[in-house]
C-alpha cells in the first residue's frame, strides 16, 4: 500500500506530526519490521509514517546497575554490549532470540513493545524483570509498569499522542530466557519463558510468551519455587504449575497440547539456568 | 570453470522477469476471488475502469470479443464464467498506468458470489479409505491401478504384513522471483516474453487455452529467477496478453510474493496406506494406496498419481504387488509439479517402511536395502528392464560413512539413510543448432537459463567434450519460439540428458562435415588458441577461417541441426488394471545419511552432518553436481523439517509468506559433504545422468529414519515438525 513519509528531527517536530494526523491513518515507524508487514497484510491501513529514526533515542544507558534502553536503539547495538550479557542474561537471550542478525540491525525495543505481540520474546523477560516504560507526550512524561502497559495483540497503554521514549530495567537480575520454535532460526516463538530471581529476600519470577492475547507472569508457578536454590521438587511444581495455568491456545504455530508440554520443559530449563547464573556470580562459596 | 552468467547476475545487470519493461507499458494486477468455491452471481468492474490510472480491465464475458476465434477452450477458460473454484482464483485482470493504480483498482471490483460447501481434507471425501473406492465419487479425477503376482498368497503365506500409514504436506516451490511476463500483440501476434521453464510448453498452452494457432503465438523466456518446476506451464500470460489485447499497448504482470503463495500451483497433500508381508528376511510382496490432493485440477489429469505411485514401490525388487491410486478434486489451486514432483514424498514413505520393516526385523537397515535393492538387468514394477545403476554402490559407500561417523559422534545421535531414485526425462525431445565461426561456437537452442546451470554450463560442457573445445570459445545463444529450434523444457532433470544430446549430435555433423572437407577420418577436434578456432588432426592442423565457405564466413558459420527424440519406451501393459501409467526413462539413484540428534523433551530435531552419494552416470563438471546436490539437499531439509501450506477450513492459505512458510535457513544447514558414484553410465551425453531432481528425493527419508534411529519412534507424517516429533515420542 502506498504512504507517505515524515521523518522528525526532534521529538517536538515528532509530536507536532502525531498530533496532527488523523487516528487510523497516522503510524509511527521506527525499525518497521512489524509495521511494514502489518502494512503488507492490511492489519494496518496507515497512509502517512512518522519515522522515529532521527529522534535522540537511539541508544542505552547504565545507571548503577539500572538500564535505560532508547526505544528506537537497534536491538543488535544492545546486544552487543557485554554488560548485558553480564548483569541481564535473561534480556541477552531473548534478544538474541529475536528474528537475524539482519533483522536486529533494524528492529527496535519500542518497536516490539509498541506491536505488543502475544509471541514476542521481549516482553517476557521485561514482565520478569519488572521493567517500567517511559512514555512522552506534549502533556509531559509519565511511566508505566510493563505489567499495566501491554494489553494485548497491537493493544497499548499508549496515548495517541505519546511516544514510548525508553524503558527503564531497575535492577541487574539474575535471568534466563529460553524458547521454541518450528525452525530454530529466524522464526516466531511457540512458547517462550522468561524467569528472574528477584533481590533479597529473593522472590522468582516467572513468565511466558506464546499465550492469549498477551504474554503474562503466572504467580502460580512463582509461588512454587520458594528457595532460592530451589530443589528439584520445586522446580517440577513450578513446571506443573506453568502448563496447568497458562492461557494458551491453540494456533498456526502450535496446539495448545504442545505448548503446555513444551512449557513445563521451557520452565525446568529457564530455572536451572538462572540458579546456575546466580551460583556463578556468587562465587565459589554460593549464596544462602 | 565459472558459468558466463554469473557476472552480470552478480551485477544486477540481469533482466528477469520482473524486470522488463517497455515503452508505454501498462500494469497490470489480479481481481482474485474472495472464496474458495461458489457460484458467480455478478463481476461488476464499472467502479474499477473509472479509477485513476486505469487503461482497460477485462473479465469473462470481454475475453470472447478480444480473441480472433471467439472463446478459448471451454474446458480451460481464462476466466471463471459460473463457478470458482478456488481461494484467490483470478476473476478479473486490470492495465493501468502504474502499479498503485491497478492494484488500488482491484480492491473496488465488485464481485457477488453465493458460497459453496468447499472440499478440503482427502481423507473426509473418500469415505472408504483405505479399501478402494464403491460407489462413484465425483471428487476422484484420476484413478490408476495396477498389480502383478499373487498378492493375497504372499500375504497369506508371510511370516507377518507390515502396515504403515503415512501423510506428507504441500510445499511450495519458493523461487525467489515470482511469476512475471510482459505481453504484447500486434496485428495476428501475440507474443508474451515471460519467466518460464518451458517456453515451448507456455506456446502450446497459449495456443490451445487461447484458441490461437501455434503460428500466432511467440514466447520468449527472459532469464528465469527459479523455477524449481513452478514455471512449466503458463501461468499469468493469458491474462498479461488479454489485457494488452484490449489496451493496445504492451503489458507488463507480476505477480506479489504473496500472490506467488496463493496462486502457484504446488505439491499437495497425499496419505498413503502401504502394506508389505515378510517372509524369511524379505518382503515377498506390498500393498499401497494413495490418495492424492489435486486441488482444483482439470478431470483426467492423471499425471501425478499415475507417474509417482509406482514410487512408493521405491528402488527395490518387488515383483508381487499391487498398487491403486486417486486424484481428488479440492477447493485448492491445482496441483503442479515441485522439483521432482511428490517424489520427496513418496520416497519418504518408501524408505520409512523399508527402515521400519529392517528394525523390525532387527536387522541392519542398509543390509536390508541392499538384498532388495535394484541392479542392472532388474526390472521395474511395470516390467522395464533397468540398466546401470549405482545405488548398490552408494549405499556401500553409505554403509561405510555410517561406521566412520558412529565413530565419532556423540552417543544419542542418530543416523538414517533415505535411498531415492528418478527418472532422468530422456524421453522429452529437443533440438539444438550449432554455428561455428573462426572465433566462435554458438549454441542456438530453446530454453533459458533457470539458475541450475544446465543450459548456461551443461550444454556448454556437452559441447567441449564433443569437440575438444574449451568453453571460453563456446557461446550459448537465446531466442524465442519463433526462431529458436523446439525444445520440451528445462524440466525432469532432462536438460542435459536430452538437449545436451541433441548439442552432441549436432557436434558430430560438425566433426563429420569437417572430416569430409579436410579428408580426414575419426579424430577431428577443435582448438582454440584464445582469438581463433582450428580444426586438428593427424597431419592436419588448419585455422577454421580456411575451411569454410565465403557464404558460410558471411552467413553466421558452418551449421549443424542435433535432434534428439528418445527412443519411445514400453512398459507391462498387462500389469495395468485402469489409468495411465508412464515408462521410466532412465534410472538414476540417490543415496543420503543424515546424523541428527533429538531433544527428547521438545521433539527439536537437529542435523548435524549430511553425505549424499549420487549416481551421477559421468560428472561432466563436478562444481556444478556439487551445487545441485547440496541445494537440493537444502531444499529437502526443507521439506523434512519444516516447510508445510497451511489451509484454513475456508480454503485459504493461512501462511502465505517466508516467516510462516519456513524455508531452511543457512545457519539450519549442516556441512553436506558430496560423493559422486561414476562407472554406472545412462542415457545422457558420454553417460551422464541427470542431476537437477534427485538431489532432494532421499532427504525426508534420511532425516526421518535417522530420528527413528536416534529415538526409536517413528514419525509418519512430513514435516517432522517439532510437535509431530513430540507425538511420536508421546510426550503429549
Ligand atoms: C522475519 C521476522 C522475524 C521476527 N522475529 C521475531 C522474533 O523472533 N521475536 C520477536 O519478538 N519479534 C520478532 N519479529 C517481530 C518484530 O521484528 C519485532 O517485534 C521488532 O522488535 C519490532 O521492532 P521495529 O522497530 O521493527 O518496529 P516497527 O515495525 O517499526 O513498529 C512496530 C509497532 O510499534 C510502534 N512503535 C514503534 N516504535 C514506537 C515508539 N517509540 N513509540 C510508540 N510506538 C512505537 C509502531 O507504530 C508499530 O505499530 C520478527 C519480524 C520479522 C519480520
Known amino acids: 500500500m502506498p504512504f507517505s513519509l515524515s521523518t522528525p528531527k526532534d521529538p517536538a517536530e515528532a509530536f507536532r506530526l502525531l498530533v496532527a494526523g488523523r487516528p487510523g491513518e497516522t503510524a509511527l515507524l521506527a525499525g518497521g519490521t512489524a509495521l511494514l508487514r502489518d502494512l503488507d497484510e492490511g492489519q494496518n491501513h496507515a497512509t502517512h509514517l512518522i519515522s522515529l529514526r532521527k529522534l535522540p533515542w537511539n541508544r542505552h544507558a547504565w545507571k548503577g546497575e539500572a538500564l535505560e534502553i532508547g526505544s528506537t536503539e537497534p536491538l543488535r547495538t544492545l546486544e552487543n554490549d557485554p554488560l548485558v550479557r553480564a548483569r541481564l542474561p535473561g534480556l541477552h537471550q531473548a534478544i538474541e532470540a529475536v528474528g537475524s542478525v539482519a533483522l536486529r540491525h533494524r528492529a527496535t525495543l519500542g518497536g516490539n513493545l509498541g506491536r505488543a505481540s502475544p509471541a514476542s520474546d521481549l516482553i517476557p523477560v521485561l514482565l520478569a524483570l519488572e521493567a517500567l516504560v517511559n512514555l512522552r507526550s506534549p502533556r509531559g512524561q509519565r511511566v508505566v509498569d510493563i505489567e499495566q502497559f501491554i494489553i494485548s495483540s497491537r493493544q497499548t497503554a499508549r496515548e495517541p499522542d505519546e511516544l514510548i521514549e525508553s524503558v527503564s530495567i531497575p535492577r541487574a537480575l539474575p535471568s534466563a530466557y529460553v524458547w521454541q520454535r518450528v525452525r530454530p532460526s529466524n522464526d516466531i516463538s511457540q512458547v517462550g519463558v522468561a524467569v528472574a530471581l528477584g533481590p533479597p529476600p529473593g522472590r522468582w519470577r516467572v513468565a511466558l510468551g506464546g499465550v492469549s492475547p498477551r504474554p503474562v507472569r503466572l504467580p502460580e508457578a512463582e509461588e512454587a519455587l520458594v528457595s532460592r536454590r530451589p530443589s528439584e521438587a520445586e522446580v517440577e511444581l513450578a513446571a506443573q504449575a506453568a502448563a496447568r495455568h497458562a492461557p494458551f491456545v491453540t494456533d498456526r504455530r502450535a496446539t495448545e497440547g504442545y505448548r503446555r508440554r513444551l512449557v513445563t520443559t521451557l520452565v525446568r530449563r529457564a530455572v536451572r539456568s538462572t540458579a546456575e547464573h546466580r551460583a556463578r556470580r556468587a562465587g565459589p562459596k554460593g549464596g544462602r | 570453470m565459472i558459468r558466463s552468467d554469473l557476472a552480470a547476475k552478480l551485477a544486477g545487470r540481469t533482466t528477469f522477469g520482473a524486470d522488463l519493461d517497455r515503452p508505454g507499458m501498462l500494469w497490470a494486477a489480479l481481481v482474485l476471488s474472495p472464496v474458495a468455491h461458489g457460484r458467480i452471481r455478478r463481476v461488476d468492474l464499472s467502479k474499477v475502469r473509472k479509477a485513476p490510472g486505469v487503461v482497460v480491465a477485462i473479465t469473462a464475458p470481454d475475453v470472447e470479443k478480444l480473441l480472433p476465434k471467439g472463446s478459448g477452450d471451454p474446458e480451460r477458460p481464462v476466466f471463471p464464467t459460473r463457478e470458482v ?198 518382503v515377498t510382496g506390498r500393498r499401497v494406496r494413495m490418495l492424492l490432493d489435486c486441488g482444483s485440477t482439470m478431470p483426467s489429469r492423471d499425471f501425478a498419481t499415475g507417474y509417482a505411485i509406482t514410487f512408493l514401490l521405491g528402488p527395490y525388487n518387488v515383483d508381487t504387488f499391487e498398487v491403486e491410486g486417486y486424484g481428488l478434486r479440492t477447493n485448492k489451486p491445482p496441483f503442479g509439479p515441485h522439483r521432482a514432483p511428490l517424489i520427496p514424498q513418496l520416497t519418504f514413505v518408501i524408505d520409512s517402511h523399508m527402515d521400519s520393516i529392517a528394525r523390525r526385523l532387527s536387522v541392519d537397515p542398509i543390509a536390508f536395502r541392499r538384498a532388495h535393492v535394484w541392479h542392472e538387468g532388474d526390472s521395474t514394477a511395470l516390467g522395464q528392464r533397468i540398466g546401470p545403476s549405482g545405488i548398490d554402490s552408494a549405499l556401500e559407500r553409505a554403509e561405510k560413512t555410517v561406521l566412520r561417523w558412529r565413530g565419532n559422534a556423540p552417543r544419542e545421535h542418530g543416523f538414517g539413510i533415505g535411498v531415492g531414485y528418478w527418472s532422468t526425462g530422456v524421453s522429452a525431445g529437443g533440438e539444438a543448432r550449432l554455428r561455428l565461426t573462426p572465433q566462435e561456437l554458438v549454441i542456438e537452442q530453446g530454453e533459458r537459463e533457470i539458475g541450475s546451470g544446465s543450459v548456461v554450463r551443461g550444454l556448454v560442457a556437452v559441447a567441449e ?187 485459504s492459505l493461512r501462511n502465505p509468506g517466508l516467516l510462516d512458510y519456513r524455508l531452511p535457513r543457512l545457519n539450519d544447514v549442516p556441512p553436506i559433504e558430496v560423493y559422486p558414484v561414476e562407472g554406472f553410465p545412462g542415457a545422457g551425453p558420454f553417460g551422464a545422468k541427470g542431476v537437477g531432481e534427485p538431489p532432494i528425493i532421499p532427504v525426508p527419508a534420511a532425516v526421518a529414519n535417522a530420528v527413528a534411529d536416534a529415538t526409536g519412534a517413528r514419525v509418519f507424517e512430513l514435516p517432522l515438525s517439532p510437535e509431530r516429533v513430540a507425538r511420536a515420542l508421546k510426550l503429549l
Not at chain 2, 458460497?115 to 481423507?123: A, F, K, N, S
Not at chain 2, 510482459?182 to 490451445?208: H, K, M, N, Y
Not at chain 2, 511467440?218 to 484490449?246: D, H, N, Y
Open chain 2, 85 to 282: 473454484l478456488y481461494r484467490h482464483q483470478p476473476i478479473a485482470a486490470i492495465a493501468a498506468r502504474t502499479l498503485s493504480e491497478a492494484r488500488a483498482a482491484a480492491l473496488l471490483a465488485e464481485v457477488d458470489i453465493d458460497p459453496l460447501p468447499i472440499v478440503d481434507d482427502i481423507e473426509t471425501v473418500f469415505p472408504e479409505w483405505p479399501e478402494p473406492s464403491k460407489k462413484p465419487n465425483s471428487a476422484v479425477v484420476a484413478h490408476v491401478h495396477a498389480r502383478h503376482g499373487d498378492l493375497e498368497a504372499a500375504f497369506r503365506e508371510a511370516e507377518f504384513v507390515h502396515s504403515e500409514t503415512y501423510r506428507t504436506a504441500g510445499v511450495h516451490q519458493v523461487a525467489l522471483e515470482t511469476h512475471a511476463c510482459l505481453a504484447e500483440v500486434e496485428g495476428a501476434i501475440w507474443r508474451v516474453t515471460t519467466s518460464t521453464q518451458s517456453p515451448f510448453s507456455v506456446r502450446e498452452d497459449l495456443s490451445s487455452q487461447l484458441g490461437l494457432p501455434e503460428s500466432a503465438v511467440v514466447v520468449e523466456g527472459s532469464w528465469v529467477g527459479g523455477g524449481f518446476g513452478g514455471k512449466t506451464s503458463a501461468l499469468l500470460e493469458p491474462f498479461a496478453l488479454l489485457l494488452a489485447a484490449a489496451a493496445g499497448a504492451p503489458v507488463r504482470l507480476a505477480l506479489s510474493y504473496r500472490e506467488e503463495f496463493l496462486l502457484g500451483r504446488t505439491t499437495l497433500p497425499c496419505v498413503v496406506r502401504i502394506e508389505s508381508s515378510v517372509a524369511k528376511g524379505r
Open chain 2, 465 to 651: 567434450r564433443s569437440l575438444g573445445l574449451p568453453a571460453s570459445a563456446i557461446r550459448v545463444a537465446y531466442s524465442d519460439t519463433a526462431s529458436a529450434p523446439f525444445d520440451s523444457g528445462v524440466f525432469g532433470s532432462r536438460t542435459v540428458g536430452a538437449l545436451g544430446q541433441a548439442v552432441q549430435k549436432a557436434s558430430e555433423e560438425l566433426v563429420r562435415e569437417l572430416e569430409a572437407r579436410t579428408g580426414t577420418k575419426g579424430s577431428l577436434r577443435l582448438e582454440f588458441d584464445g582469438r581463433s578456432i582450428r580444426a586438428v588432426a593427424s597431419g592436419l592442423r588448419r585455422p577454421i577461417a580456411e575451411l569454410l565457405t565465403p557464404e558460410e564466413l558471411n552467413e553466421g558459420g558452418l551449421k549443424a541441426h542435433g535432434k534428439f527424440y528418445g527412443p519411445p519406451m514400453k512398459f507391462d501393459e498387462s500389469r495395468v488394471v485402469a489409468g495411465s501409467f508412464y515408462p521410466v526413462a532412465d534410472v538414476v539413484g540417490a543415496v543420503h545419511l543424515a546424523e541428527v540428534s533429538v531433544d527428547r523433551e521438545t521433539g527439536a530435531v537437529k542435523v548435524h552432518r549430511y553425505a549424499a552419494f549420487h549416481d551421477v552416470g559421468v560428472a561432466l563438471d563436478m562444481a556444478m553436481v556439487r551445487a545441485q546436490v547440496e541445494g537440493g539437499v537444502v531444499m529437502g531439509l526443507g521439506t523434512a523439517l519444516t516447510e508445510e501450506s497451511l489451509w484454513s477450513s475456508e480454503g
